[in-house]
């Protein structure tokens, strides 16, 4: 039997479905799979791209968010950069409901030729 515990593991199908996965419409997707509500997928989804807004993604860059109303909180963080610095892991740490517990999801976004950072 495995240590690993369900969230764990369902973050890492999760990991495994959008590495496999183009489009933002999974990544909006695989959040609704959660016990997100609409506001605070938005709210995750956005502490994201504000990630790269600047540019270029910095290791360690970490963006909070909070829902007061559905009591949810998390936050998107740069986990690793490429070595060609086109392309970053996004770690999100996602507490659901007020949950002490995070659910971790990772996801690769990719610079694309016009210069948007899009998923993997």
Known sequence: MSNFNRPMMFAFFLFGLVLSSPGQAQFASIFKDTDLTAADISAAEEAGRRLFASGAPVPGTKIG??????????????????????????????NAKGSEVAEVLRFKRCMSSDGRWLLE
């Open 65 to 94: 968010w909070r829902n007061e109303t559905s009591k949810s909180f998390g936050f998107a963080k740069i986990a690793t950069v490429s070595e060609d610095r086109r392309c970053a892991v996004v770690e999100h740490s996602l």
